[in-house]
């Protein structure tokens, strides 16, 4: 997670699962950790299902990475250590998402 921050990498995860594969000795599917590395990175989670088939999810994520916006930032606070900040994009139009990660790695 670490590294893909560092280097500003977008994760897109999908969950493709078949939960009863591997009956009671099946271990996690893995979403929490699909979640958290998406979220983090700033990119999005999808999960595979009746409901929400692997085109679908396709058509979502071509769509989603056609309309994407890359905004700059320079930091009024000077770097003197190399780190992890914080940041928070709001928007004041009602009715539109904001989805970004939420730190970028600062350099010296």
Same mark, same amino acid.
């Given at each position: 997670m670490e %590294? %893909?921050?560092r280097t500003d990498t977008l994760i897109y995860s999908i969950?493709?699962?078949?939960?009863? %594969?591997?009956?009671?000795?099946?271990?996690?599917?893995?979403?929490?950790?699909?979640? /958290?590395?998406s979220n983090d990175s700033g990119g999005s989670f999808f999960e595979v299902s009746k409901k929400?088939?692997?085109d679908k999810v396709f058509d979502?994520?071509?769509?989603?990475?056609?309309?994407q916006y890359n905004l700059g930032y320079v930091s009024d606070e000077p770097v003197t250590v190399s780190e992890? /900040?914080?940041?928070?994009?709001?928007?004041?139009?009602?009715?539109l998402a904001v989805q970004a990660r939420r730190q970028y790695w600062a350099r010296r």
């Open positions: %590294a %893909a921050q969950l493709y699962s078949d939960p009863g %594969a591997y009956g009671i000795f099946g271990g996690g599917d893995g979403r929490r950790v699909l979640q /958290r590395m929400q088939t692997i979502i994520l071509q769509e989603e990475l056609r309309n992890f /900040r914080t940041i928070q994009l709001t928007v004041r139009q009602k009715g």
